[in-house]
Structure formats: C-alpha cells, structure tokens
Nanobody, 125 residues
C-alpha cells in the first residue's frame, strides 16, 4: 500500500525558509507524479507545486513562483519542497500526494489517489 509521510514543517518567521520532505515506503516515488498541496484553516485545499513522473517537469501556483522549488531525490525516495521568502499567508498544513501510476503528468488540481497525513507550517513573528 502506498504510504507517504511528510516532514519538515515548523514555526518560521516571515522571510524565512523551510524544506519539506515527502518520503515513500513500499514503492518508488519516481514511478509517480507527485504534488504538494496546502490547506489553511477555513480554506479549501490548494495546489502549491507538482512534479511529473518521467521528465521532471514542474508546475507552481502563481503565489509561490520564484520562491518555492520542488525536486526529487530518487536515491532517497523522497520529494522535497524548498520554500523561501515565506509569508504569513503560507501558514497551512502541507500535504504531498501521488497520482495513479499510469498518469505521467502532475496537476495542481487535487486529482491524486494517495495522500500523506500532512505537516504544519506556521509563518509568524
């Protein structure tokens, strides 16, 4: 069974950086398109970034372009989300998710079949 585990969430000051990790067990992450999503209290879950299964193409929400970077480390079976210049509006629970293996491309829409439990990111002074 696909299991995704997020880590790296923390309390950080505005302008700071965090790196979130999405680790997999029981399967190879490079066989799946992976997305990062976030959900703030009282708001809908939104797509933040994603990376394709095969060629490593990426996509980002407009609100994070130029500040967030998604990447894979296949040797560690982990996908990362590097978040720089964090703003208070980034405060949310962050989730990683995997698409069905037959789907090569990622999407910022929540059409993913497996989800992690989430990690809390709080941006506050």
């Amino acid at each position: 069974q696909l299991q995704l585990v997020e880590s790296g969430g923390a309390l950080v000051q505005p302008g700071g950086s965090l790196r979130l990790s999405c680790a997999a067990s029981g399967f190879s992450l490079d066989s799946y398109a992976i997305g990062w999503f976030r959900q703030a209290p009282g708001k809908e879950r939104e797509g933040v970034s994603c990376i394709d299964k095969s060629d490593g193409s990426t996509d980002y929400a407009d609100s994070v372009k130029g500040r967030f970077t998604i990447s894979r480390d296949n040797a560690k079976n982990t996908v990362y989300l590097q978040m720089n210049s964090l703003r208070p509006e980034a405060t949310a629970v962050y989730y990683c998710a995997a698409r069905l293996p037959l789907l090569r491309s990622c999407t910022l829409s929540p059409w993913y079949s497996s989800w992690g439990q989430g990690t809390q990111v709080t941006v506050s002074s």
